[in-house]
């Protein structure tokens, strides 16, 4: 089901969404999980989401994945419009546009199974005719993620990285677009990490997937090239490798392999402030005196305000 808006450009962005909202409303309250976030994601782009508890990266993570319906906004997925989705499209959507990783293997793999049926198991849902031979499929997918020859073994026989590999290996089967990994090295060592996070690059070359990470781990954020922070339900800021083409031309940034982040702004021009910089500032209260200098930097500065009587 695509969409036709002229504005939006489908050809270079996987997944784009404009002034999200998404509200969760019990009987007696309503909690604004979503506030007019705005984000694009390119195509074959392999970045990492971060935030806090209950910043909103997880509930960003269920509206792409169509586990979640937006409250308001605009969302698009691979040029598909989930605003717009009906129940029977959104099904075909969660089973072949996008790919899940969850972090833990009891909600990705079914344990009474081998790898190979495991990675076979999401084609049996697959209507499109793309999969002529699935167990060739699943065989190739093993390959590609490294354990091709455990193929035939069960859940129990694997280690806590084997399984992750099986479950990326599950996530590809229908050929989607988009891959979203839920904290797909929170329940493994740092090496093992390591060898997913190579393992996602693999994939990323191999297949030109885009994956997007939701993560808490920083260490992981730092090895990839671009990170967005989500702080109070909005984007508050990007950390990109200096080297990332995304910083190319702009003065000051060299190839160092070094982090640089960027705030970002909304697409009314309001900026989140790191709550560290506001305290070193010693603000009182909620305003602040905003100037643009010579070089038309803009200088943020505490207001000295004196009331007489």
Not at 21 to 35: F, H, P, R, S
């Amino acid at each position: 089901m695509e969409t036709t808006a002229p504005e939006v450009d489908f050809n270079k962005y996987a997944i784009i969404a404009e002034s999200l909202v998404k509200i969760y409303k019990t009987k007696d309250l309503e909690v604004m999980a979503l506030q007019g976030l705005d984000l694009t994601i390119e195509r074959g782009e392999v970045m990492a989401i971060i935030g806090n508890s209950g910043s909103g990266k997880s509930t960003l993570l269920n509206m792409i994945g169509g586990l979640d319906r937006p409250s308001a906004g605009r969302l698009f997925v691979d040029g598909k419009d989930l605003f717009k989705m009906k129940e029977k499209d959104l099904v075909d959507y969660k089973t072949v546009t996008v790919g899940f990783i969850w972090q833990n293997n009891a909600r990705n793999l079914i344990p009474y199974l081998t790898a190979i049926e495991n990675v076979m198991m999401p084609m049996q849902f697959n209507n499109t005719g793309k999969i002529k031979n699935k167990k060739a499929r699943a065989r190739e997918l093993l390959e590609l993620t490294g354990i091709g020859a455990r193929a035939k073994h069960k859940l129990s026989q694997l280690s806590g990285g084997e399984q992750q590999r099986v479950a990326i290996a599950l996530s590809l089967a229908n050929y989607p677009s988009v891959l979203l990994a839920d904290e797909p090295t929170g329940s493994v060592d740092s090496r093992t990490s390591d060898v997913i996070l190579d393992m996602f690059r693999t994939v990323n070359k191999e297949l030109g997937t885009t994956i997007v990470i939701v993560t808490h781990d920083r260490e992981i954020s730092k090895k990839v090239e671009r990170v967005v922070a989500i702080r109070d339900g909005k984007t508050s800021s990007e950390f990109l490798m200096s080297y990332s083409d995304k910083l190319a031309g702009i003065e000051g940034f060299s190839a160092t392999g070094a982090q640089v982040e960027l705030a970002v702004l909304d697409r009314a021009g309001r900026l989140q402030i790191p709550r560290e910089f506001l305290d070193k500032m010693g603000l009182d209260g909620n305003r602040m005196q905003i100037q643009m200098d010579a070089d038309n930097r803009v200088i943020l500065t505490a207001p000295q305000i004196s009331v007489k009587g």
